[in-house]
């Protein structure tokens, strides 16, 4: 499943990316670090047998490319490692750059879609009754971020992102434990892919 996803979103990159092809020569990739907060909620009366965790560290890894001055797009994995439970996260983003009239900082802010799912490595309830270990729904949110140039083609940047994904799972027929909301600082880099294109016209 996890398999189809990816393809899915490497194709809708694709599908962009070949549109233009001045949109070669602006490619990048990207990699973070960072600290979540995850919102979680219990509807019923069944207690789960250890408090749950509501912040971890976060990992992610992105595909872009830089369609104007202003506007760039990425293809995003991030990974969120909670004591009880992991969280996987593939969406894509669309993003408006702003120009501060700084040589080195820019802003940027962007609207994110994707998909999103939680798996328990730890049973929430230990119990000889059935309970789901896995739950995935839409994603979608916005980020608020900006770069610093440290050289022509490498960039540090950060973003707050929060997004949206509502996940239940379930402990009983009457009990079930919701996450939603998540709350996702991180640090990261960009670095510009030399590409085909821009290879000959330095020929």
Do not use: C
């Not at 899915?8 to 990207?30: A, E, I, Q, R, W």
């Not at 802010?109 to 998909?115: F, K, R, S």
């Not at 979608?140 to 994904?165: M, P, R, W």
């Not at 379930?170 to 990261?188: E, F, K, M, P, Q």
Request: no cysteine; aromatic share 18%.
């Amino acid at each position: 499943m996890h398999i189809f996803k990816l393809i899915l979103l490497t194709s809708l990159y694709s599908t962009l990316l070949l549109s233009n092809d001045k949109l070669l020569d602006s490619s990048f990739v990207g990699l973070s670090t960072g600290y979540v907060y995850a919102d979680n909620e219990k509807d019923g009366s069944i207690e789960p047998d250890y408090k749950l965790d509501n912040s971890a560290m976060s990992y992610g890894v992105e595909l872009g490319y830089r369609a104007s001055e202003n506007i760039f797009y990425t293809m995003n994995y991030s990974k969120y490692y909670f004591e009880s439970r992991s969280f996987d996260n593939y969406y894509l983003s669309a993003n408006y750059l702003f120009d501060l009239g700084k040589d080195k900082f820019s802003l940027y802010v962007g609207a994110i879609g994707g998909w999103g799912s939680i798996l328990w490595r730890d049973d929430p309830i230990n119990s000889i009754e059935t309970s789901e270990k896995r739950s995935e729904n839409y994603l979608v949110g916005a980020q608020v971020g900006f770069e610093y140039t440290i050289k022509e083609d490498l960039f540090l940047y950060y973003a707050y992102i929060y997004s949206y994904s509502p996940q239940d799972t379930l402990l009983y027929d009457t009990t079930a434990i919701s996450d939603a909301h998540r709350h996702n600082a991180v640090i990261g880099f960009r670095y510009y892919i030399p590409t085909v294109s821009s290879q000959n016209r330095l020929l």
